[in-house]
């Protein structure tokens, strides 16, 4: 942090008016950190509210008549943080705050490095089209999502960022969206279900989202994959950026089938025939496959029905005369 290395920031969550006159913090609000230190042995953060005219931190809660009595033959001394809060050159809605104030009354602590720290980033730039999407996010597969190879040429920790572009500005004016990237150890090949990733990030409603990998292995190919949730079905626009202490490797991931045909069809009165015990099976729906030469291909069914168990059966077909 003294180095300029790291840009330290921390929100609180919500806090009921009385509690926030209390104190003096505002609920689900951002503070700067612009200094830390330790005196005596009380670990302290000097921090801003960006607001002008906001309030600055008045001190715990006071405790009850029953806790001051216990201690109403102990001398009371000001603490350092006291002391410092104390000095007339620190602006308005500047202050010291002790570390246990802020674990009790902070919700979130933002660690911004300088990207400069790394010897190497790679940067893709995309857009992910989501205008045509009928199933709820919630349930859909990965087989449309955009995704990532990526290797290093020698053992170290990589990080992944996200970040997502706004057209307007206006990134304020919708419902909650939120984004995450998933990680799978896989050849760097194209996944197309959630199962096994190797890790998996958080879904934030935040422009960024980070992910870190330790100790990724020197020329071992993983695949990264940006995950959505409740993004409006629009056209949206990303950059991923990798940044390592060794050189990177970043392409698309490629497409063990690259040609596909997708067919929306569903279960009516008529169609639904249960499973394959069922002595209506032969009802549900059928379709034809016919390819030009002998080729891999795979079979990808999805609902949006999260009660609804599917699966799907390849068989051979026998022309009937």
């Known amino acids: 942090h003294q180095y300029g290395d790291v ?22 609000h951002d503070y700067a950190v612009l200094d830390m230190r330790e005196v005596d042995g009380q670990k302290l953060m000097l921090v801003k509210n960006p607001w002008c005219e906001g309030m600055s931190w008045r001190g715990s809660i006071p405790r009850s008549p029953i806790d001051d009595q216990d201690d109403e033959d102990e001398e009371v001394l000001p603490s350092s943080r006291d002391l410092l809060n104390q000095d007339d050159k620190l602006t308005p809605g500047t202050f010291w705050i002790d570390l ?23 940067d893709i730039h995309f857009a992910w089209d989501l205008s045509a999407s009928s199933l709820s996010s919630k349930y859909k ?32 004016d919708h419902p909650p969206e939120y984004i995450s990237l998933y990680l799978f150890d896989n050849n760097g090949a194209k996944v197309y279900l959630s199962d096994g990733a190797l890790q998996r990030g958080p879904f934030v ?93 795979a079979l990808l069914l999805e609902t949006d029905v999260e009660q609804l168990h599917v699966h799907v059966k390849l068989t051979i077909a026998v022309d009937v005369l």
């Open 141 to 172: 597969s990965f087989s449309n999502n955009q995704q990532f190879r990526v290797s290093v040429v020698a053992p170290c920790t990589v990080w992944f960022l996200l970040s997502r572009h706004f057209k307007d500005g206006k990134e304020n």
């Open 100 to 122: 246990n104030s802020v674990m009790q009354y902070f919700e979130s602590i933002y660690l911004n490095w300088n990207p400069g720290l790394f010897n190497y980033r790679q």
């Open 205 to 297: 409603d935040s422009p960024q989202t980070l992910l870190r990998l330790d100790n990724m292995e020197a020329g071992r190919k993983y695949t990264v994959v940006p995950v959505e949730q409740d993004l409006g079905p629009t056209v949206h626009t990303f950059t991923l950026s990798v940044f390592a202490e060794q050189r990177i490797a970043l392409d698309e991931a490629p497409n063990k089938y690259p040609c596909q045909k997708t067919i929306t069809a569903a279960w009516t009165d008529e169609t639904a025939g249960g499973n394959a015990h069922s002595p209506t099976y032969s009802q549900n729906p059928q379709f034809s496959i016919v390819v030009p030469a002998r080729t891999p291909i």
């Open 7 to 28: 840009l330290i920031t921390m929100g609180t969550g919500k806090i009921s008016s009385r509690t926030e006159r209390a104190i003096g913090l505002a609920g689900e």
